[in-house]
């Protein structure tokens, strides 16, 4: 998520440090601004015709790349459900703008994690539910609020395919947030009836029925149709674009696994502009029409990509996207950024630091969301040593500014990994964490420092980790003692004294 710059910090305190103290302890004793890399191969997954990819374009041993372990969140246990694996999303979804109405066709393929009488999956309630089937066959169902529990009886580690047909006008979500750029995320509608979406920490429900937790990666192919000469955009490649009868359909294929919060759709009237990095990754920029200006800043997409690949090695994906939307806000949707069309949103800065969520954050996700900061630290260290080499200064100097703040911060929202859960997406998890990596930095030394950053994502390519898991392999790669270093700048009251 785009970091709010320090002049628009938020407030309010923790109230969860204690049980993330226990098992932080746990873990570790076990481990104990500027204007103006080569894609690595990887799996393809198509939609499956049966649970069991019988007679399907693609094998069922295509979807185990998308193979997780759900967990329940401590933070916001009312969404998502351990029960469920989700292995493939298929949504056909059809938006009228004149009606606001949102028609979708569903097929997840999933796993049961254990024996169950019922499905359980997060959707909002205005989206009015009008079949639901179960491996083809018509199941009983109830939509009340956000859950939709389908009555049917599955087993432990047995693939399903369950079809959702519904329709609707979504609405956003209520964010658990103080910040001041968004108050609500999911499907968003704009006055003109374009659209567009951001759901972290949730919100991927207002719109599809979903695990929508970060534990639960999964493929995703979505096609959109929509009223030309508006054209859907979605995450990963653009597998085909038609027009029939005043409508456009776009089709998209993400061939690698994402968790909820990582998806994106935005519907409206855009340019698409293709470009290639340095490094050869195919690059599109999705931006309003006739906007030259917010195209020329967005085209710094290329140059952002190739810095932050010196420095975490090959891009983990196929191609890398920009869609410009009407927010405040930006998110590191897999491979097809969704940024605000502000000047901030669209800065360089922004560019660099939500291209580096691709490693930390989106090729290895969190696995809830206590562990955010592991996704924002780096990514906001990163972006701090961009500002430092653009602007000809010492990275110790922009933490010397970023630090003046880092104490009311910690003070208003709580420590980084132990923060108050209706205070999410705070600075205190982008600007403590940057400080605290520097401070590793010193200690380590840049080599290294470095090659222990470059390493950690590829360890757990399409995976998830928790801050125990993490730290603890810090501790293995690099052999030193950190626990009480990682318990202070992650757990403190207070900003540790700074070397």
Avoid at 47 to 72: F, I, M, R, Y
Avoid at 201 to 214: E, I, L, M, R, T
Avoid at 228 to 246: I, K, Q, Y
Wanted: net charge negative; hydrophobic share 40%; with cysteine.
């Amino acid at each position: 998520m785009t970091p709010l710059p320090p002049a628009r910090r938020t407030a309010r305190r923790s109230t969860h440090r204690a049980v993330v103290a226990g098992l932080l302890c746990l873990g570790l004793l076990a481990g104990c601004s500027g204007e103006d890399a080569e894609p690595t191969a990887k799996p393809t997954a198509a939609p499956s015709a049966d649970p069991d990819g019988a007679g399907s374009s693609a094998p069922a041993t295509d979807l185990d790349v998308a193979l997780s372990e759900p967990v329940e969140d401590p933070l916001y246990p009312e969404v998502g459900d351990p029960g469920v694996d989700a292995l493939h999303y298929d949504l056909a979804l059809d938006w009228d703008p004149e009606s606001s109405t949102l028609t979708g066709v569903e097929e997840l393929t999933f796993r049961a994690t254990a024996d169950a009488a019922e499905v359980r999956l997060d959707l909002g309630a205005p989206l009015d539910v009008s079949r639901v089937a179960l491996d083809g066959e018509e199941v009983e169902f109830a939509h009340e609020d956000k859950d939709l529990v389908v009555a049917a009886e599955v087993t432990a580690e047995d693939r399903h395919l369950l079809t959702v047909e519904y329709a609707g006008t979504p609405e956003p979500v209520s964010a658990p947030t103080s910040r001041t750029d968004f108050t609500e995320t999911g499907w968003t509608i704009t006055e003109d009836g374009e659209t567009w979406t951001m759901q972290e920490p949730f919100g991927a429900y207002s719109w599809y029925a979903v695990n929508d937790h970060p534990s639960d990666k999964a493929l995703y192919d979505i096609t959109l149709t929509v009223p030309s000469p508006w054209v859907g955009v979605a995450n990963g490649e653009l597998t085909s674009r038609t027009e029939e009868d005043g409508r456009t359909r776009t089709s998209w294929h993400l061939a690698e696994p994402a968790a909820s919060y990582l998806v994106t759709v935005a519907t409206g009237e855009f340019t698409m502009t293709e470009d290639t990095s340095a490094a050869g990754v195919p690059l599109t920029y999705w931006t309003p029409a006739g906007d030259e200006r917010t195209l020329r800043r967005v085209r710094r997409t290329g140059a952002a990509l190739d810095w932050v690949s010196e420095r975490l090695g090959p891009y983990p994906y196929d191609t890398l996207g920009v869609v410009v939307v009407d927010s405040e806000s930006g998110m590191e949707t897999q491979t097809m950024i969704t940024l605000g069309d502000t000047a901030y949103t669209t800065s360089t800065p922004v560019l660099v630091h939500e291209v580096a969520h691709h490693w930390y954050g989106n090729q290895v996700s969190p696995r809830d969301w206590f562990d955010v900061w592991m996704n924002e630290g780096m990514a906001m260290y990163l972006q701090g040593v961009w500002e430092a080499e653009e602007s000809g200064r010492t990275v110790e100097a922009v933490m010397d500014e970023w630090a003046v703040w880092e104490r009311d911060w910690r003070t208003a929202a709580g420590p980084p990994a132990a923060f108050d859960a209706d205070s999410f997406g705070a600075s205190n998890i982008y600007y403590g964490p940057a400080l605290m990596w520097h401070e590793l930095r010193e200690r380590l030394g840049d080599q290294e420092f470095w090659a222990m950053v470059r390493a950690w994502p590829a360890t757990r390519d399409n995976g998830n980790a928790g801050t125990e898991e993490y730290l603890a392999w810090i501790q293995e790669q690099t052999g030193e003692d950190l626990a009480g270093f990682f318990d202070a700048w992650l757990l403190g009251e207070d900003t540790p004294p700074r070397d």
